[in-house]
Structures are given as structure tokens and as C-alpha cells.
């Protein structure tokens, strides 16, 4: 079966450590997203990636790293420079091609900081 | 200005009954994708239906549908025979530029669905 997989489900972190977030997908998209989602607001992309070894920042980009070293992985580092990480976070990613071009989720990683 | 305008935080509806969720966008592109996705409380985003600014049907999905005005910029989703399964969150999510590749999208704040038995 093709999707996205997203792991941990839940990660649980000291202030001041950095931590990453994986997402894969085997559904040979070149285009991969990274969203955080806060309690009642909707989702607000950090960084995305068109194609391998190549990513850009979204609107809230501060505070965070991404890497793109194969098409299928793009894994997200939580550094301390996030002023407030706790939150739920969405990997997704679109076909390069089609008439639609819905993007496909993962299940989301639920990342609390003590 | 907001791009996806979900005026509703909360909707009740009774089982079996229909729902509309409201939608507003905006946008200059001429080229442009309408999306409704349901958040349950696990968390996953699961796609329920696109309407693509070209399209001159309205789209729909089963008990899915969308109400596409394009001239009033709104994009409604309306689900008809509510089940209790629809409890959920519902966002709408707008692609401006043509489909492939990277998309940018936003997403509105979401409408809280719960269904009543």
C-alpha cells in the first residue's frame, strides 16, 4: 500500500533539545510538505521541497531544519531556537502531475515539550 | 486579508439530516483549486473533495458536494445524510496556480461538525 508514514505518533522532549521527525512516502511524489497545526487554527506550512536536495522556507520556517537527501524521506529537526514547539505536525505530499493534485497526509506526529 | 474564510468555529446537525459548511476564499489567480479535508480526532487529514476554478460543474463525492460560486468567491461543502461517523473537523484548503508539483495552499481555521444521534 502506498501513503505516508510519520513516526513517532507521539514525542514527548526537554526544553532545549532538539528533536526530528521523520516522514516517508512511497508514493514517488517529488513535492513534500512539513505543516504545523495549533488547538482551533488550521494548518501553516513550515517548509516544503520540490525536488531532492532542494527545500524552502514557508511562513513559519524559524526555529526549524528540514533535509531532502532522497525523494522518499524529509525529515524535520525541531531545534531549541522554537520559541514554543508543542503542537501537531502534518507531513504531506503531492504528485508531480495530475488533474487534481490533492496533497496526501501522513497520520501526524504530536510533539509536547516539558 | 484572510485567503480561506471559515466563518463557523462549531455546527451541530442531527443525524440524517443535511449540512452545509461554509467556505469563502480569496484570490487574484485565475487558476486556482478548492479543497475540503476532514480531520477526526486521531489527527489524519483525509481529502474529501476538489472543485477546480475551471470546472464549471459543481464537484461532488458521494454525500459529498460543493457548492462552487465562483463570482461570490465561496466554495460551501455540503453533507447530505449526516452520519455520526462525520464528527469531525472539517477545513477547507485553496492551491493558488495550476496542479503539479509544489502547491501552495492554505488552509482556513477549520468547522467543528458534531453529529446528534
Known amino acids: 500500500d502506498g501513503g505516508i508514514t510519520q513516526s513517532p505518533k507521539y514525542l514527548f522532549r526537554k526544553e532545549g533539545q532538539n528533536v526530528t521527525l521523520s516522514c516517508e512516502q512511497n508514493?514517488?511524489?517529488?513535492?513534500m510538505y512539513w505543516y504545523r497545526q495549533d488547538p482551533g487554527q488550521g494548518l501553516r506550512l513550515i517548509y516544503y521541497s520540490q525536488i531532492v536536495n532542494d527545500f524552502q522556507k514557508g511562513d513559519i520556517a524559524e526555529g526549524y531544519s528540514v533535509s531532502r537527501e532522497k525523494k522518499e524521506s524529509f525529515p524535520l529537526t525541531v531545534t531549541s531556537a522554537q520559541k514554543n514547539p508543542t503542537a501537531f505536525y502534518l507531513c504531506?505530499?503531492?504528485?508531480?502531475?495530475?488533474?487534481?493534485?490533492?496533497?496526501?497526509f501522513g497520520p501526524g506526529t504530536r510533539l509536547t515539550v516539558l | 486579508a484572510q485567503k480561506i474564510t471559515q466563518t463557523q468555529p462549531g455546527m451541530f446537525v442531527q443525524e440524517k439530516e443535511a449540512v452545509t459548511l461554509d467556505c469563502t476564499y480569496d484570490?487574484?489567480?485565475?487558476?486556482?483549486?478548492l479543497f475540503w479535508y476532514k480531520q477526526p480526532s486521531s489527527g489524519e487529514m483525509i481529502f474529501l473533495i476538489y472543485?477546480?476554478?475551471?470546472?464549471?460543474q459543481n464537484a461532488t463525492e458521494g454525500r459529498y458536494s460543493l457548492n462552487f460560486q465562483k463570482a461570490r468567491k465561496s466554495a460551501n461543502l455540503v453533507i447530505s445524510a449526516s452520519q455520526l461517523g462525520d464528527s469531525a473537523m472539517y477545513f477547507c484548503?485553496?492551491?493558488?496556480?495550476?496542479?503539479?508539483?509544489?502547491?501552495?495552499?492554505?488552509f482556513g481555521t477549520g468547522t467543528k461538525l458534531q453529529v446528534i444521534p
Open positions: 472543485q477546480g476554478s475551471y470546472d464549471e
Open positions: 484548503a485553496m492551491r493558488e496556480g495550476y496542479p503539479g508539483g509544489y502547491q501552495k495552499v492554505t
Open positions: 508514493l514517488n511524489h517529488d513535492a
Open positions: 504531506a505530499s503531492t504528485p508531480n502531475r495530475g488533474k487534481d493534485n490533492e496533497q496526501f
Open positions: 484570490t487574484s489567480d485565475q487558476s486556482y483549486g
